[in-house]
């Protein structure tokens, strides 16, 4: 079905509701500002980062537990073949034998460059419910064992060594690995208010992908329509943050579908990201991990 679409925003709820399709692009700093989308979007990611530099939601976010990683570590040769890892990702896991039963309730994430925080932790029944989801059927992976250990995980305060459960699968050398901290801290309150509806200026990031091990390559999923040419993300970069605005390229005004799409837009930083915050320019809000 087509529809004429006369203003994006007129039509931001209708796309919201669609699913998006995974992709990979590349992402650009900011670009020379000779419009004014371009002119708009600086002057907000601007305001952001300084609502952020040296507030107390950064703070906060520097002393606080956010990952920015997957929870999960995948074994060293996983995946021995294909039916192993559409199982993996249906989730077609069973359990042969019982879980543990830790008597510890809490742990520490130790950060790497100093500092160490308390935290709760999921018992080995919570996590095996983290990756198991449904009953196991055929051509299922097998659990046959289950310890509480430590993985590496980045967080916003950079690399850490957190608890977690390691899950022996039948047939490999090395386990899946599931973080046991009982979830991240809520994000801190933004200092500045997002955006009411998207626009040609700006839209909002659909979540964060990953950080390289360096820090100097930040991937996010943004967002674009089906008769756009794809989507850019700008970084705005200071000593307290880095600002990442998403726009679309190439935007059309005559019919089209009403598909809302998204890509893995990769964007090449300066130096580390460290333990900035990584915000939205349209949301005002850190960017949320994406599992």
């Not at 590349?26 to 979007?41: L, N, Y």
């Not at 601007?46 to 074994?75: C, H, M, N, T």
């Not at 059927?137 to 459960?165: D, H, N, Y």
């Amino acid at each position: 079905m087509r529809g004429i679409r006369l203003r994006r925003p007129l039509v931001t709820l209708a796309l919201l509701a669609i699913g998006a399709v995974g992709a990979t692009a590349c992402g650009t700093e900011t670009p020379a500002q000779v419009g004014s989308d371009d002119r708009e979007r600086a002057e907000r990611a601007r305001r952001v980062s300084e609502a952020w530099d040296g507030s107390e939601a950064a703070k906060a976010w520097q002393e606080g537990y956010f990952p920015l990683d997957d929870p999960i570590r995948l074994p060293e040769d996983a995946f021995h073949n294909n039916a192993d890892k559409l199982a993996y990702q249906t989730r077609n896991i069973e359990l042969r034998g019982k879980l543990p039963d830790s008597s510890a309730k809490e742990g520490k994430i130790r950060w790497h460059a100093g500092g160490a925080l308390t935290v709760s932790i999921d018992s080995a029944q919570t996590s095996y419910e983290g990756l198991a989801r449904g009953k196991a059927t055929r051509a299922a992976l097998v659990i046959t064992g289950v310890r509480l250990g430590e993985t590496t995980l980045l967080t916003s305060r950079g690399p850490a060594t957190v608890p977690a459960w390691h899950f022996t699968l039948k047939g490999y050398d090395t386990p899946l690995v599931r973080v046991a901290v009982a979830g991240p801290a809520k994000p801190p309150k933004s200092p500045i208010k997002s955006l009411k509806l998207p626009s040609d200026v700006l839209w909002p990031l659909g979540g964060l992908v990953s950080v390289s091990k360096d820090g100097r390559r930040v991937t996010v999923l943004a967002h674009y329509g089906a008769c756009d040419d794809g989507p850019m993300v700008d970084a705005r970069q200071t000593a307290g943050s880095v600002v990442l605005s998403g726009w679309i390229r190439g935007h059309s005004d005559g019919p089209c579908t009403l598909n809302l799409l998204a890509k893995k837009v990769t964007v090449k930083l300066d130096r580390p990201v460290g333990e900035r915050p990584l915000v939205d320019a349209y949301t005002g809000g850190p960017v949320p991990y994406k599992n």
